[in-house]
């Protein structure tokens, strides 16, 4: 038997509020996953959504947000500090900060961050990326 029924009260995400909030189960979707609910502080209706996930800030990440530096610019400083060849960007490749990369389309780019064991971040001339490695 599901935990939640019409009525009763659920942790649920409030967009309007900002927070995760207990709310008031309207329907269900399934049988064991609430439908639309309805805040308890603001008594805003909308679709059940679990609470957000944390997300881990990367270093390059960090350094983004508080830099004034536009990308390209920023992306050539980094290429001029760069020692090395490119290697050959593939998912199946292993790459370490600072490891400048070739991708068929979005060109050159630096290794800026490990985000986890098969992801990196990237500088490239235009944007960062986020990609995979180690696969």
Same mark, same amino acid.
């Given at each position: 038997?599901?935990?939640?029924?019409?009525?009763?009260?659920?942790?649920?995400?409030?967009?309007?509020?900002?927070?995760?909030?207990?709310?008031?189960?309207?329907?269900? =979707?399934?049988? +064991?996953? &609430?439908?639309?609910?309805?805040?308890?502080?603001?008594? !805003?209706?909308?679709?059940?959504? #679990?609470? /957000?996930?944390?997300?881990?800030?990367?270093?390059?990440?960090?350094?983004? =947000?508080?830099? +004034?530096? &536009?990308?390209?610019?920023?992306?050539?400083?980094?290429? !001029?500090?760069?020692?090395?060849? #490119?290697? /050959?960007?593939?998912?199946?490749?292993?790459?370490?900060?600072?490891?400048?990369?070739?991708?068929?389309?979005?060109?050159?780019?630096?290794?800026?961050?490990?985000?986890?064991?098969?992801?990196?971040?990237?500088?490239?001339?235009?944007?960062?990326?986020?990609?995979?490695?180690?696969?």
């Amino acid at each position: 038997m599901s935990q939640y029924s019409v009525g009763k009260d659920v942790l649920s995400y409030c967009g309007k509020c900002k927070l995760t909030l207990s709310h008031t189960i309207e329907t269900m =979707k399934t049988a +064991t996953l &609430p439908g639309r609910v309805q805040c308890n502080t603001c008594k !805003a209706s909308h679709s059940f959504k #679990s609470a /957000p996930t944390a997300k881990k800030r990367t270093v390059a990440a960090k350094r983004r =947000k508080s830099s +004034t530096i &536009p990308v390209p610019e920023l992306w050539k400083q980094e290429m !001029a500090k760069s020692k090395g060849e #490119s290697s /050959p960007y593939t998912t199946k490749g292993s790459f370490k900060e600072g490891d400048v990369i070739d991708h068929k389309k979005f060109g050159p780019g630096i290794v800026q961050a490990i985000v986890d064991n098969d992801k990196i971040e990237v500088l490239f001339n235009s944007e960062i990326k986020t990609l995979v490695h180690n696969k």
